[in-house]
């Protein structure tokens, strides 16, 4: 997915928060609906070393699609912490699942810093369905990455074990 059409689609999970109800629980994630535009946004709130709310893992659906995820931090990422070799800032993000050491990859750093999503210039939807695929088969996924001075190396934890039946629940297929 090109930088513009991510952007847009982040504007339109923000439009989604801004004018949905109430969002339904899900297990553990709670769901955004928006009424004229055909958005979901489905978001799990983390739980750092036992303080829940320091940041949250969103899946945007649009039109019954999974179209976007994204992570946002509980601050906005250091310059620092940023690669401008590409065509958009990027900075790496360590994940662990179940029974699987650490991985890292790159991720975009979107909105000033306040939020990462997985990217690749050529292949970004199957990213996201990959993404999606590997969330949804496992009860948690942890994420770290390099913040604020005061807060390096956050490490969330998202419980992720119900993505499927949610996405199912509001018609949306990756």
């Given at each position: 997915?090109?930088?513009?059409?991510?952007?847009?689609?982040?504007?339109?999970?923000?439009?989604?928060?801004?004018?949905?109800?109430?969002?339904?629980?899900?297990?553990?994630?709670?769901?955004?609906?928006?009424?004229?535009?055909?958005?979901?946004?489905?978001?799990?709130?983390?739980?750092?070393?036992?303080?829940?709310?320091?940041?949250?893992?969103?899946?945007?659906?649009?039109?019954?699609?999974?179209?976007?995820?994204?992570?946002?931090?509980?601050?906005?990422?250091?310059?620092?912490?940023?690669?401008?070799?590409?065509?958009?800032?990027?900075t790496?993000?360590?994940?662990?699942?179940?029974?699987?050491?650490?991985?890292?990859?790159?991720?975009?750093?979107?909105?000033?810093?306040?939020?990462?999503?997985?990217?690749?210039?050529?292949?970004?939807?199957?990213?996201?369905?990959?993404?999606?695929?590997?969330?949804?088969?496992m009860?948690?996924?942890?994420?770290?990455w390099?913040?604020?001075?005061?807060?390096?190396?956050?490490?969330p934890?998202?419980?992720?074990?119900?993505?499927?039946?949610?996405?199912?629940?509001?018609?949306?297929s990756?």
């Open positions: 997915m090109k930088t513009s059409t991510k952007t847009a689609v982040l504007v339109l999970l923000s439009t989604a928060v801004a004018f949905a109800e109430s969002p339904r629980q899900f297990g553990a994630w709670s769901i955004y609906t928006a009424n004229d535009n055909h958005v979901v946004l489905l978001q799990s709130v983390s739980n750092v070393q036992g303080r829940p709310g320091q940041a949250k893992l969103d899946v945007v659906c649009r039109n019954g699609k999974v179209s976007a995820i994204a992570l946002e931090p509980s601050a906005a990422l250091e310059k620092s912490a940023l690669s401008f070799t590409g065509v958009v800032p990027t790496r993000v360590a994940f662990s699942t179940e029974g699987q050491a650490n991985q890292s990859e790159q991720w975009a750093v979107l909105d000033d810093g306040r939020t990462l999503s997985p990217y690749s210039e050529a292949f970004e939807g199957r990213l996201t369905r990959r993404w999606v695929e590997r969330i949804s088969g009860k948690k996924v942890g994420f770290q390099n913040g604020k001075a005061d807060e390096s190396l956050a490490q934890t998202f419980e992720t074990g119900e993505l499927a039946e949610a996405l199912s629940s509001v018609g949306c990756y």
